[in-house]
Nanobody, 118 residues
């Protein structure tokens, strides 16, 4: 089973920045589509961005222009650069692996908490 470990969360003021990272314990990291999900208190977990095996990108409208996803297939890591943070970005952030057809596997890490507050 693949182990996922997210890190980099914290408390930041509105307008600030954070960089999240996710490491995966798999030898074939480059064969996976990677997604970042987030779950705010009392809400369902939602997909916010993906990066494909061909580095194709998807961003939800709520983060478009503010967040940037990237991947390092040598280090087996995916990153989420978060700029211009808003209070509504407050959530636990998770990464997730999918196959090339964007079928998501049910592997989850512990997530990393992002709190945007003054």
């Amino acid at each position: 089973q693949v182990q996922l470990v997210e890190s980099g969360g914290g408390l930041v003021q509105p307008g600030g920045s954070l960089t999240l990272s996710c490491s995966a314990s798999t030898r074939s990291f480059g064969d996976y589509v990677i997604g970042w999900y987030r779950q705010a208190p009392g809400k369902q977990r939602e997909l916010v961005t993906t990066i494909g095996t061909d580095y194709s990108l998807f961003y939800d409208d709520s983060i478009l222009g503010r967040f940037t996803i990237s991947r390092d297939n040598v280090q087996n890591k995916v990153y989420l650069q978060m700029d211009a943070l808003k209070p509504e970005d407050t959530a636990v952030y998770f990464c997730r692996l999918g196959n090339a057809n964007y079928k998501w596997y049910d592997y989850w890490g512990q997530g990393t908490q992002v709190t945007v507050s003054s």
